[in-house]
């Protein structure tokens, strides 16, 4: 039996955000902070589980801070001071902490995977009575905020294959480069795509990288990036 769109149940919000990324969870958790209620959805489901991108600035600690969460990132990370280039130790490349001294409390860069980041700001969206709703994949999207009391109204396939609406006042596209939002509201996508091809891979027992430092060789047509992610050699190789 079909089900006409119009019979669906409705969920009303302030804000709809699309994509539980560090993105998303973000936007979420600050609107939850500041008493706007919020939905944060995404058709996976829970946080992701790669290492992904892995650092955390000054900037970001100082955020982190404001929200309650930056003695959780110090407990959990790894932090690299500086950026050594070359092979040999002690060679010469910035010291990021010594730079940043008296600047910040938070000087150096932590190396804290998104999936752990990601961890952490849906614990504490959770935790604050926040409303996450996991795989919950976007249909459709129909933007009416130019009528008068106007608002967007977003079809989603939850994972129990039922249809779901929300109506929201706004809508926060957090899904990535290849956005749903985006395409459903034929919005461009500016900029283009680095053709290059890059390794990656996360080791451990790596020999020869320096401990608590970015390290950047560079040969005649091709470079290399290590991240310390820990002790004893557990390395990221770009």
């Not at 998104?114 to 959770?126: G, H, K, T, W």
Request: with cysteine.
């Amino acid at each position: 039996m079909s089900v006409r769109v119009d019979d669906l149940p409705v969920t009303d919000t302030d804000i709809l955000v699309v994509g539980a990324g560090p993105t998303g969870l973000m936007a979420g958790l600050v609107l939850l902070r500041r008493g706007a209620p919020a939905i944060v959805v995404d058709r996976k489901a829970g946080p992701t589980r790669e290492s992904r991108a892995l650092a955390v600035q000054a900037r970001t600690m100082e955020i982190y801070d404001q929200l309650g969460l930056a003695d959780t990132v110090l407990h959990g990370a790894y932090s690299a001071t500086r950026m050594q280039v070359g092979t040999a130790f002690g060679a010469g490349g910035p010291d990021f902490e010594k730079l940043q001294q008296g600047e910040t409390r938070y000087p150096g860069i932590q190396i804290f995977e998104q999936s752990r980041n990601e961890q952490m700001l849906a614990e504490a969206l959770v935790d604050g009575g926040g409303d996450i709703r996991w795989q919950h994949r976007l249909i459709d999207l129909v933007d009416n905020t130019a009528q008068p009391d106007g608002r967007v109204e977003a079809l989603l396939e939850g994972g129990d294959g039922q249809l779901v609406r929300i109506r929201a006042r706004w809508c926060i596209g957090a899904d990535g480069a290849s956005s749903a939002v985006r395409r459903e509201l034929n919005l461009p996508f500016e900029g283009k795509t680095d053709a290059a091809t890059f390794w990656v891979a996360d080791l451990h027992d790596v020999r020869g990288v320096p401990d608590g430092a970015m390290n950047m060789r560079f040969g005649t047509a091709t470079f290399a990036v290590a991240f310390p992610l820990g002790p004893g050699g557990h390395t990221r190789l770009v």
